[in-house]
C-alpha cells in the first residue's frame, strides 16, 4: 500500500495545533504540507514542524502556490493560473526560492504546483516561455536537492507528456519535472478520462491526489467536485492501473469543497484501503 495522506490546505487549518488536530481527526498518519503559511511567517517553521513531529504525522511532500490565481471560471484561470501571468514572474520566481529552503529545511523530496495553462500547440511562445519559466523554478529547487511536479487539470495527457519532453530535455537529471496526477481535475477542467489518461502519464506521475468529479454539464464550464466516490472517476479501474505499474508515491487525499472536510476524507481514506496492492 502507496503511504496514505491527506492535503493541509483540504483542512482548512488556522494554526499548527489545528491541523495536527484534523488530521488525527482524518485517521491518516502523513500529510502534504501547504508551504506558503511558512514562507509568509503566518506559521512559524519550528513549530509547525515539532508539532507534526510529535504527533507521529510524517510530512510527504509540499505544496506551493503562485501568486494572483482566479479560479472563478475557466477563462479567469487560464489567464491568471500558475506562472503565467508576467505581471507576477518575479514574485512566483522569489515564492519558489523561499519554498525550496523550507523544504530542504523540513527534509521534502518534492514540491507541487500548478504550472499554469500551458498551450497545446507547440508553435505557440506563450509554450516556450512558460516551459523556460518552468526550467527556471525546477533548477531553484534541484539546487537544494528537492524536485518538482506540476499538478494535472488545464492540459490533455498528450500535451502535458509533450511538455515534459520538452521542458526535461533543457534539465539536469536530478531537476527532472514530474507529475502530481489528479483525476478529478481531468474531469474538473474536461481534459479527458482520468484512468486513460494516467495510463498514459504513469512514468512521469511523482505523487497522486485522491479526489474525484463529475464533468461539466456545459461545455466551457467548470466540472463539479464530489467527494471520493460519489463522482466519475473510476476508483476500480485507477487503482488496477496503479496495481499494475511500478509507482512508489504517496496518494494524498485532497477535498477542496464541501463543509464536512474531515468526514468526507474519512470516507475517502476508506475507500482507497478497501482496494488491496
Known sequence: ??????????????SPSDLVEKVRACGVGAVQLALDPL???AWRT?????????AG????????????????????IRETGGLRPDEHWEANLRAAEGCSLLAARLALPLVTFHAGFIPHEESDPERSRLVDRLRAVAEVFAARNVRIALETGQEDAETLASVLAELNEGLSSRAAVGINFDPANMLLY???DPVIALRRLLPHV?????????????PGTWGEERPVGAGAVDWAAFFNTLRDSTFDGALVIEREAGEERVADVRKAADLVRSFEF
Open 1 to 14: 500500500m502507496p503511504p496514505l495522506a491527506v492535503c493541509s490546505w483540504s483542512l482548512r487549518p488556522d
Open 46 to 54: 519550528e513549530e509547525t514542524a515539532s508539532r507534526l513531529k510529535h
Open 57 to 76: 504525522i510524517h510530512v510527504l511532500s509540499g505544496m506551493m502556490a503562485t501568486k494572483g490565481e482566479d479560479y472563478s471560471t475557466l477563462d479567469s
Open 39 to 41: 514562507r509568509t511567517f
Open 190 to 192: 474536461g481534459m479527458g
Open 206 to 218: 511523482r505523487q497522486i491526489h485522491i479526489k474525484d468529479a463529475v464533468p461539466a454539464a456545459k
